[in-house]
């Protein structure tokens, strides 16, 4: 199949040249040889790429398609489906990155002679990295035994001879989750896989698929439960090093990338959703070389892993599912510690991760917040806590991981060995290291104050109080009628000498910054008619090389901090992150003119040398004035008039987004572009005090209302 089978959207095309949607729809109207539709709807058509890329080269609007975004178009654009030829990029990428000089045979030769070739080579590698392939039956459909069932008792104890079954159900479906495709298959996807060699020889194997990988991804967000890195890194570092690693709803594989650290590790991934644990096992293999085994299925209901028994179990469950298999797994031997209720999904998981571990091994798995204190749940929660198998409880900051607006918490789990004495539990709570805004927590803070506090408990299983933040308590003194776990109803608070000293901290800097405040008021304007400048546009400067645009991109590294909108608009430091990738990001420098384009604001902000460096997140539109012509104060005033930002935004059903080639500035001579854009400096500060003072005033009123109702202040 040729290239021409890759299709490509309205919005494709503009990322193509650098333009806005609207172009695009211009283009089609006023050039009557701009691409035909070849799919979509009429609302939203899509035009072969090919045709495309030809057109835009033959206008002068686009010299020559970066690599990336071609092969980006290519996948997104598959006739298959972006999934799909992800997948088949994996396996092409996973062949390059092992045995490169097959690549280079296989793929020499027309479209027809790869797809036909590339099979035999991909088992190859498959089969050695993943195990043998089950065989297929008539229909094609690999033959994959189920799960043994054997019925066991619901209950145990730490001497209980483990169970080796796992599902009562008639019906078990586990298969395995990544198979060779055939020629047929592979044909459509060949010139992909031609391009995504050459991104390869580029990037390399591995930063190519992470880089495609974070695309898909952030284009489809609502599809995927990510866990973010900075919490993949945490729970990997809570259970520590081991050798066999399970993950039983792997998603995109965040977990066991994370603990992925030792070339004789063994890796096992399942998960519900085919293609995630197919593209888990293809990452897993170009970040490892350790062994990896990945399965399709539902681990409460077709356990792949029935008879596994490891050192550690990392999990990133669904939250709130009622339809978890409660009816058709009532006698399951996992239930050692309680049948759950049907509500109470992650109980489920915790024990199926406690059935997996083996004895001394440990999990860790992200809760929502209610599986601590529901009463539903209580009778379990007791029987875990009794029997020494949950070691600690961690209450996370609110935008640790999605669901973002609540505060997710973490369990801590040990297979008990036998049962403990007088057994303890480890509360941990930082929730005051959270942003602010949409930023995310302070992850380095987290990361400290949690781990400091589990090795010191799991050295002495004892642990010294550090009032508000973490706190060892005897298991007996939880086992009331709620059996409530979350950390915040045990911690005691600060203690009051530091709450006294915190609140006369923030009412002094509150002093000291109403006092700059006051100063920096601007004087008053005086009246003047308004003026009747010449006039000119962003993209006129642009075009003329007074200043260069860029827009914000969806790729990024992991310790490049990212500005994020929201920073924009609340003028805070860069506080937002991107799918990990090697896509070249934006990258501000001090003297940059950052502008919004979502929302209707008229804001616009100058990168100083705090801010220079941060990779410029999405949303975002970066103007880089050349300085001989242009003063980036005065440009940024400017763009920031409410007129101005009007006669430059459209509007939809229900956002406004700001065209900044349209907005406007006057042609003044450099020499009265610098008192303009001293006055415009001297209202940012102003702002920024005024946002400042805002702020520790909020903190000092909450500060104020905590120490009257737990009497550190008093009333007098």
């Not at 071609?70 to 062949?95: E, I, K, M, N, Y």
């Not at 993949?232 to 993950?247: C, F, H, K």
């Not at 104060?633 to 459209?650: C, D, I, M, P, Y």
């Amino acid at each position: 199949m040729r290239d021409n089978a890759t299709e490509v959207t309205a919005a494709g095309i503009a990322r193509l040249a650098g333009v806005g949607r609207a172009a695009v729809s211009n283009w089609r109207r006023r050039h009557a040889d701009f691409p035909r539709p070849v799919g979509g709807t009429e609302t939203s058509p899509s035009f072969a790429l090919a045709e495309v890329e030809s057109w835009l080269r033959k206008q002068g609007k686009l010299a020559e398609v970066p690599l990336r975004e071609r092969v980006w178009q290519q996948l997104s654009g598959h006739p298959d489906g972006p999934v799909t030829a992800l997948t088949h990029a994996g396996c092409a990428l996973l062949l390059i990155h092992d045995r490169p000089p097959v690549w280079l045979d296989v793929s020499a030769g027309s479209d027809e002679r790869l797809a036909s070739m590339l099979p035999g080579a991909l088992r190859d590698v498959l089969t050695p990295r993943f195990g043998e392939e089950p065989a297929a039956d008539a229909s094609g459909v690999p033959d994959t035994p189920a799960a043994v069932n054997t019925p066991g008792t619901v209950h145990g104890s730490p001497g209980t001879p483990r169970p080796s079954a796992v599902n009562t159900s008639a019906a078990v479906n586990t298969r395995t989750a990544l198979r060779t495709p055939t020629a047929s298959e592979l044909l459509p996807s060949a010139p992909l896989l031609r391009g995504v060699a050459e991104l390869a020889a580029e990037l390399g194997a591995r930063q190519t698929f992470e880089f495609l990988l974070g695309r898909h991804l952030d284009a489809n967000p609502r599809q995927y439960t990510l866990t973010p890195a900075e919490l993949a890194g945490l729970m990997a570092d809570l259970v520590g090093p081991a050798r066999t690693v399970l993950d039983p709803a792997c998603g995109t594989g965040a977990l066991l990338r994370a603990a992925a650290t030792r070339p004789d590790q063994r890796l096992h991934a399942q998960d519900s959703v085919p293609e995630l644990a197919a593209l888990t096992m293809l990452r897993l293999a170009l970040h490892t070389w350790s062994t990896v085994r990945g399965a399709t299925g539902d681990s409460l209901r077709a356990d792949a892993y029935p008879h596994l028994h490891a050192d550690a179990v990392l999990c990133h469950p669904p939250f709130n599912e009622r339809n978890w298999g409660h009816d058709e797994l009532a006698y399951d031997p996992r239930w050692e510690y309680g049948f759950p209720a049907r509500t109470e999904s992650e109980l489920a998981w915790v024990q199926h991760a406690l059935a997996r571990l083996k004895d001394g091994g440990a999990g860790v798995l992200l809760m929502p917040p209610a599986a601590a204190s529901r009463r539903s749940g209580r009778r379990i929660r007791a029987d875990l806590l009794r029997r020494g198998a949950l070691r600690a409880v961690i209450a996370l900051p609110v935008g640790a991981a999605p669901p973002y607006n609540i505060p997710l918490h973490l369990w801590v789990l040990r297979r008990p060995e036998k049962a403990p004495a007088q057994p303890e539990v480890l509360l941990v709570d930082v929730g005051r290291f959270a942003g602010e805004g949409r930023g995310g927590p302070d992850w380095r803070a987290v990361r400290e104050a949690v781990l400091d506090a589990w090795q010191a408990f799991g050295r002495a299983g004892r642990f010294a109080e550090r009032p508000g933040l973490a706190r060892a308590l005897p298991v007996i003194d939880l086992l009331d009628d709620d059996v409530d776990l979350a950390p915040a109803r045990h911690l005691p608070p600060p203690t009051a000498a530091d709450g006294a000293e915190q609140l006369t901290a923030v009412r002094e800097r509150l002093g000291e910054t109403l006092r700059l405040t006051a100063d920096l008021t601007p004087p008053p304007a005086a009246g003047a008619r308004p003026a009747r400048w010449p006039l000119t546009t962003i993209g006129e400067l642009a075009r003329g090389g007074a200043l260069v645009l860029r827009t914000g991109g969806s790729g990024g590294h992991a310790r490049v901090a990212v500005l994020t909108d929201h920073d924009v608009l609340s003028g805070t430091a860069p506080s937002g992150t991107l799918p990990e990738s090697d896509e070249e990001a934006v990258l501000t420098e001090p003297g940059d003119v950052v502008v919004p384009v979502l929302g209707g604001g008229s804001v616009a902000r100058v990168i100083d040398g705090a801010t220079g460096g941060a990779a410029l997140g999405r949303n975002l539109v970066l103007l880089r004035p050349d300085p001989a012509a242009l003063d980036p104060w005065f440009l940024a005033g400017f763009l920031r008039g409410t007129a101005n930002n009007r006669q430059a935004s459209s509007y939809a059903s229900t956002a406004t987004r700001l065209d900044v080639r349209r907005l406007q500035l006057p042609r003044l001579p450099l020499e009265e572009q610098l008192r303009y854009g001293e006055r415009f400096r001297a209202l940012d500060e102003f702002e920024r005090a005024l946002r400042h003072a805002g702020r520790l005033g909020e903190q000092l009123v909450r500060g104020m209302y905590d120490g009257l109702t737990d009497g550190t202040v008093a009333p007098h």
